[in-house]
């Protein structure tokens, strides 16, 4: 069983920052591609940026240029720093195990003045 915990979550004005983190508990975390998603109230689940095991990284194209994904496998740790906010950033965000059953709970970011 592996267990995803997202953090970094939060309140952020405009043009602001946020760090995300997702911590995995479990063995299979080093083989997977992990990947980070998002869920805007009303609006179907959406992927935002994957890394695969070797670090190699790609996003959804509106996401390039303003977020970044990371991980460190020593630590079973995927972050997502995401840069220049805007409002309709604002959604739940989940971290995911590609090709797996596996997501974590989400975190919520909420951007507003």
């Known amino acids: 069983q592996v267990q995803l915990v997202e953090s970094g979550g939060g309140l952020v004005q405009p043009g602001g920052s946020l760090r995300l983190s997702c911590a995995a508990a479990?063995?299979?975390?080093?083989?997977?591609?992990m990947g980070w998603y998002r869920q805007a109230p009303g609006k179907q689940r959406e992927m935002v940026a994957t890394v695969t095991t070797a670090g190699s990284t790609s996003y959804a194209g509106s996401f390039k240029g303003r977020f970044t994904i990371s991980r460190d496998s020593a630590k079973n740790t995927v972050y997502l720093q995401m840069n220049s906010l805007k409002t309709e950033d604002t959604a739940v965000y989940y971290c995911?195990?590609?090709?797996?059953?596996?997501w974590g709970q989400g975190t919520q970011v909420t951007v507003s003045s």
């Open positions: 479990g063995s299979i975390f080093s083989p997977y591609a």
């Open positions: 995911h195990l590609l090709g797996s059953a596996f």
